[in-house]
């Protein structure tokens, strides 16, 4: 059996990621693996924090108590950019109150 474990790094306090916080597989399950094969897998993860992060591959042996794992890896994950009301506010307030007002002056030409 084969899982990851991601690892919040917040100034200098490292603390687990909670399972609930994070959407990914927990773990994969590989019925045999012979002495010195490889096997290729593709893990996605997603966070919902921006944070730095250190993650860490761990493995087992059904039949031994052993403990695999494999060296830390650092990543970073950046806040995602948002729209701010602040700056389309303006434009959809401005479009239709122009618009508005061009059709009360249409009107008022017609009268």
């Keep these: 059996m084969v899982w990851v474990s991601p690892v919040q790094l917040n100034c200098?306090?490292?603390r687990p990621v909670d399972p609930?916080?994070?959407r990914a597989h927990m773990a994969v399950v590989r019925a045999?693996?012979?002495a010195g094969e490889k096997f290729g897998l593709a893990w996605s993860m997603q966070l919902m924090r921006a944070s730095h992060?250190?993650?860490v591959i761990?493995?087992?042996?059904?039949t031994a108590p052993t403990i695999y794992a494999?060296?830390?890896?650092?990543f970073t994950v950046r806040?995602?950019?948002?729209?701010?009301s602040r700056r389309f506010q303006p434009v959809a307030l401005g479009i239709p109150g122009l618009l508005g007002l061009y059709s009360?002056?249409?009107?008022?030409?017609k009268i």
């Design 53 to 55: 992060y250190r993650v």
């Design 12 to 14: 200098g306090k490292q």
């Design 58 to 62: 761990s493995a087992e042996e059904c």
């Design 32 to 34: 045999s693996l012979a």
């Design 104 to 109: 009360v002056r249409r009107l008022r030409r």
């Design 79 to 84: 806040c995602k950019p948002t729209v701010e």
């Design 20 to 22: 609930e916080v994070r």
């Design 70 to 74: 494999s060296s830390f890896v650092d």
